[in-house]
């Protein structure tokens, strides 16, 4: 159990919390999962798996911590939380953050080099490309490796101060070996069954990165452009339909791309071009024939209205491609460059001449070419006209995507088949979105799908591709008889392992096989994870408990690619939803109320913040936040919370000083134990619910058993009619902050908490300080098992059963604060505690309205007011007062008037009706002065003939 090593500090303060709980928490296995508990006892999270490649910044804190709060939440629900963390550490980032930290590149054609070390190792803000050293795959992997085991190492660091419960014995890679196996059998069950297929097909192709880029990762740039107004010859045909000999123009922002020209087409319903369908035009300056064809996509405002089909200048290009049959006439290579040789249709040698001088350029050098040539020709008109115009980019990619033609591997995600996609939209339907609108994203993301989704990626740290594909007798790969490995030989290499059936001296040899060296994309891995983290492959016990899970927590931004991704694999897979809630949170704000991204630069590191202000206080700025909603960036709002969480400790002194259970805790934890026990009657019984005797954790508790001394306990204890207004109050407030907490509104649950938290320390705890000092001086040591009035027994137990609750309330947003106070005078740790119960309070409360409390206050402020505007101490007396009190709480007031005199150090209290008073008959019907007719607001609590001492 978690044991109390030091007493109550004199000076109570959050700073150091974090190491000292830290190291306990992992010493004692708090957050450890109980493999043991059944399902109906297990919540499970499928926590996002951060990228591995530099640094975590403030946005990962605040979306983590929504995530925690309702882990904790649910563990004090009596659930076995299963919570493990993962890093996601394959792809594009990590590997250019490998060449840039050691300054290398990944050269598949060179041989492994033992015992290799980089030129660089940090410290270099970037290598440039030209001077990276080229090094094996082999090596550049180890150096992968390398660099995100130290990033994980930091990574967990810092989640671990900023206090996340994960149980830290189950963290996963996305690249390890039982990763890569997981991946790899879903890829083969899939391909058994025809869901995953290669096909040679036009692709989004990253010409930086030389690789192939899916849907889901493009993102459009407003990019600055030209619109060249370009010649096409009419053929004879052309001229025949239209009687006229005159030229057709067309507007294009690629002229690079006139040799990949393969058709002009125009909107049907656009009475300009019909007479051109179906004839012909020749291309400038290649003076190749194409067909003048309709379809729908071409736009009559855009350009001239007449557009040229390129194969392949952007994705409606593709569209045109294939619904028109067209033919292929590709020009751009995957560097990025005009290919050596010209297409077919190139023929004549004045387009063979043309072509010539453009092959080998950048697009950005052959279009200047073109234009020039264009332009001595005279096949242009006018000058350029400059546009902006979004251009599709990868997310990570620093040029505009191209596309080319190549062969890749996909997974069918409804973007080709429709019932497919029909079943993928049911289960968006049935996936509870927190909150929900965001639901229609999802929808609007499946309704939008192009094509089958592309996972293959030309790149080198990652999952590979397991299969082989067998050689003919010229050495030609077979590509529609891939060889697959067997299950139990997973995970595989295929640039590395040899085919099945086959040997070493057979690879890449005549009648032998090769490898294929792809391999898969990022999200391919990653929508595995509830898989992967439930032990699909390898623990079929645990994947029973675990799956589908309860919770995908995630950003908004990769609904379209992580939960869409998650979602198709377990529908192929196992026909059910991944899981039961998806939460997803809200961006981070600068100040220019702008999305925080490393891409912008623009984010800010968390550590700072959290050593600065303490990690309760960023963890209630993250929990101020509602799901799916923005937040700024307010390091006003954590000083917020670092007051709050101070508050807490420096309330709970009091709240267990003036009961002497403080005393008592100072001799022993035993002791504060036994005086909690006494002090309460029994309702706190000196064992946490759900904890054997000695304060060890029993899976599963029952969380009806909270409190449940108090619903066999006579308590006239609690007497008071302000202590069981404050109980009644904070029944209320446990009931709501329950109801947000199922509705996932943590939100709503910490300010219910809070307000109600500073109303207790505000008002209650000032109304009843002497009552529950029963006469000792206050700070005084006190005996807990001396007699005492039972006034002051009834104020002592209520202030140590709020307290205990209000721990509660607050253990999910402020961990490190509740644990501390927990620790003072309560065996075990509040993080297995239960979820506090209304029932028991309210017993307590014997069905006194709560609003006695705020009007007590409202009563103490009156009071405290004559005192401020005299510009007097608070100590000072009142010799005599009258208190002005709006009907319906003049009964709660006077209830409290002792409480209230001592508070305000009153000697003489007259509590009127204010409604009475008006009265003329009624002594205090006007100002203190006398000086004005002007009739009060009898619905406004006020004072009047005050006389203060001297």
Partial sequence: MVSMTARIPDKATVDGLEDRWNSVWEEQGTYRFDATATREQVYSIDTPPPTVSGSLHVGHVFSYTHTDVVARYQRMR?????????????????????????????????????????????????????????????????????????????????????????????????????????????????????????????????????????????????????????AFEKCADAEEATGSYESVWIETTRPELLPACVALVAHPDDERYQPLFGTHV?????????????????????????????????VTDVIWWRELGLPMRSVLGRDGRILPDPPAGLESPAAQAAYAELAGKTVFSAQQRVVEMLTEADLTEGEPRSISHPVKFFEKGDKPLEIVSSRQWYIANGGRDESLRSALLARGEALDFLPAHMGKRYE????????????????????????????????????????????????????????????????DAPGGFTGEKDIMDTWATSSLTPQIVCGWRDDPALFEKTFPMDLRPQGQDIIRTWLFSTVVRSHLEHDVLPWKHASISGWILDPDRKKMSKSKGNVVTPMGLLEQHGSDAVRYWAASARLGTDAAFDEGQMKIGRRLANKVLNAAKFALGAPGIATAANVS???????????????????????????????????????????????????????RALLAGLADVVDAATAAFEAYDHTRALELAESYFWTFCDDYVELVKTRAYDGAAPGEDIDPFAPCSPGAASARATLTIALETFLRLFAPVLPFAAEEVWSW???????????????????????????????AGEALAALRKIKSEAKVSQRTELVSVDL????????????????????????????????????????GGGPEDGSSGEIADPTVMRTENAVLAD
Avoid at 181 to 202: D, H, K, M, N, T
């Fill in 282 to 314: 020749r291309t400038p300056l290649f003076s190749v024939e194409v067909p003048v064809v309709p379809h729908r996509l071409a736009s009559p405002d855009k350009g001239s209205g007449i557009a040229m089909i390129c194969t392949f200048g952007d």
């Fill in 444 to 507: 609007n993301w499946v309704n939008g799908l192009t094509g089958d989704w592309l996972i293959s990626r030309q790149r080198f740290f990652g999952v590979p591709i397991p299969v082989w594909y067998p050689l003919d007798s010229a050495g030609e790969p077979v590509w529609d008889s891939p060889i697959v490995p067997s299950e139990d030989a997973l995970p595989v290499d295929p640039s590395v392992d040899v085919a099945p059936g086959y040997s070493a001296d057979q690879r």
């Fill in 669 to 723: 934890l035993d002791e504060g134990m036994r005086a909690t026990k006494h002090v309460t009657g029994g309702v706190i019984d000196g064992v946490f619910d759900g904890a054997a005797a000695d304060g060890s954790v029993s899976a599963g508790h029952d969380i009806a058993e909270h409190n449940s001394a108090a619903m066999d306990i006579p308590h006239s204890l609690v007497s008071e009619p302000l202590d």
């Fill in 884 to 923: 002005l009190v709006p009907e319906t709480k003049v009964a709660g007031v006077r209830a409290a008037k002792q409480d209230l005199m001592a508070a305000g150090r009153v000697r003489s209290l007259q509590i009127v009706d204010a409604v009475l008073a008006l009265d003329p008959g009624v002594d």
């Fill in 78 to 230: 009596g659930r076995e939380v299963f919570y493990p963390m993962g890093w996601d550490d394959n792809g594009l980032p990590t590997e250019r953050r490998v060449q840039n930290y050691f300054g290398v590149r990944c050269d598949p054609s060179l041989p492994y080099v033992e015992d290799f070390e980089p030129p660089h190792s940090g410290g270099a803000t970037s290598v440039k490309a030209a001077d990276q050293v080229p090094i094996s795959r082999r090596n550049f992997i180890e150096l992968c490796e390398r660099l995100t085991e130290e990033d994980e190492k930091q990574f967990e660091a810092l989640w671990r101060h900023l206090g996340l419960s994960v149980d830290w014995s189950r963290t996963y890679q996305t690249v390890s070996p039982s990763s890569q196996a997981v991946a790899q059998q879903a890829f083969l069950r899939s391909l058994s069954r025809g869901e995953a297929y290669q096909a040679e097909a036009p692709t989004l192709w990253d010409v930086t990165f030389r690789t192939a880029v899916a849907q889901a990762e493009l993102e459009d740039r407003e990019r600055p452009g030209a619109y060249h107004r370009v």
């Fill in 825 to 855: 005078f309560r065996p075990g740790t509040v993080h297995r505690a239960a979820w506090p119960s209304a029932e028991p309070l309210r017993v307590l409360a014997s069905s006194e309205p709560a609003a006695l409390v705020d009007a």
